[in-house]
């Protein structure tokens, strides 16, 4: 590739154009350079072979647009295609509206991106306290009226997030109890306390693993699903069609499944601290020379509070699952991509929540001497 | 290549799909630099006779010739060659969507020019004004661009190689009249530039009255009939009668004769 671009000087300075004017020349085509594009007065393409979408950019970019428009009709050897091809090229860039270049800051981008987030952040807990006040305000509603109750929802929502949950919930748990167990063995067995292990699996279970365990997997299995199920609705505009016809969303969508949790998660936590216990007893017996009827009744000394404080998390925990997995249903926004984020988004939130709560909750519990 | 010869020949295609039949000793010539409508009730198989000429699907019997070259026996080395040399715009766009619409158009020229992210994207801006997008819309993500300018981004994608023949899926199906009518005159202008070869499945009457030089009517899992506007119109089958006599037709016909005088 040589020559593909000469400018002839004298009265009427003419470029000439030669070789391929294409794409797989387009990376030494656009080193060119004309100093001078305005003296231009003649196109002469005799030796050009072959032209397109590329060579006409780089001719574009040599003579501007308005240059090129006026230039084209007095060009030789250009056939009429190539001339319809380079006044599309020109017509299109100068008549294109709109200014291209948006300016980037490095530190200024940030620090809005920043500020975006915090904003983000609180209309986020802001949209929580609202919708969890619109659904209260719906339940109370309701209370007074039970021919609006929605048995059939409900009882298929407890089936679904809670008794399909039970033997996941159950071996996971009881996993953990063993692992427990084996931590307790270990560490209590340089004091000759291995007995203790026991109260360690009991104490845990029962206070913080169990629920705690529990919540979270109906975070991840239950807050996904009902941010899918709602958010493939709004997708489908099946809410708004429940508008329309004069029905609310929250009472059919929100209030079951809510109510479904708020059952059910108590229930999947005892389910969690007896599978919890059990896994412990398996280590205890196997491997502590603890018999079974020993370590039952060492856990039959454990207060019951420690249970009751236990589940007493479990309500809290599922109306932050329902609603967080519900809320960000509601909040898809028409496509398939929306519903995958907010989707994410529910289980990231309802798992930290949980978390956070029960991180406050134990704390609450100490302070409280409970 | 002379402008008689097809560019594009299909030869006793026969796509199934189980024992449902959708095509059966289906032929069709496409000649350089014509707009050729293809056009069919629902469940004829026009996406797949689509899908079949561009390498998405295999049929089970027949020859499919793109550039006089038969696509199916090719290697695929070559095959990819002249792949390069055809761009489709489907019917929802398409549109990579971690991908800013200028990146969309980069992308093919990044992979196959080998050119480099800026050298894409002096390209890629002439394309996006070519198909009439404002400069501001480079930086968007498909998922802020409305109907018309997903369609809009698409075609300067599938335009991103220059290729000989576009295929087009529906192009104006969820368009409102008047950005459907921008298109069609659009698909024209550059098909007059680029001297291209346009094969467009449709059914909106207007285009095929404003934009379409030959129609091809898929029917009984052939090509009935594939001809000027007004020879298609006057078959006599009771479909194409149908739907070109029918309410839509006649208003889609009499629209177009305004046009023209």
Redesign the interface.
Known sequence: MSDTLTLQPGPEPCLQLSGDW???H??QL?LQRLDTPDQVQRIDAQALTAL???G??VL??LLGAERLRALVPHSAGLSP?RQ??L???AD??A??????T?TRYRFGDGLAQLGRRMVSGWQQLLAFLNFLGLTLVTLLALLPRPWRWRITALVAQMHQAGLNAVPIVAVLNFLVGAVVAFLGATVLREFGATIYTVDLVAYAFMRELGVLLAAILLAGRTASAFTAQIGSMKVNEELDALKVHGMSAIEMLVIPRLLALLITLPLLGFVAIMAGIAGGALVSVLTLDISLTRFIAIVQEVPVKHLLLGLSKAPFFAVLIALIGCLEGFKVAG?A??LGEHTTSAVVQSIFVVILVNAIAAMFFMEMGW | MTADEAIISVRGLRNQFGSNIVHQDLDLDVYRGEILGVVGGSGTGKSVLLRSIVGLMTPKAGQVHLFGKDMLSLPATERAAYEKRVGVLFQQGALF?SLTVLENIALP?IEH?K??RR?AS??A??????T????????LYP?DLSGGMIKRASLARA?A??PDILFLDEPTAGLDPIGAAAFDQLLK??R????LTVFLVTHDLDTLYTACDRVAVLSQKQVLVADRLDVVANTDDEWIRDYFQGPRGRAASQAADRIDN
């Open positions: 294409t794409l797989p387009y990376q656009r397109d979408t590329a006409a950019t574009l970019q295609e319809a091809l006044l599309a090229v299109a860039m008549e294109q509206k709109g200014d291209a948006t496509s991509q929306s | 969507s020229l020019a050119l480099t050298e002096e390209i801006r002439v394309k996006i004004a070519l009439g997008l404002a400069a501001h819309a480079a930086d998922s335009l190689l220059d202008t550059l007059d530039a680029f001297n």
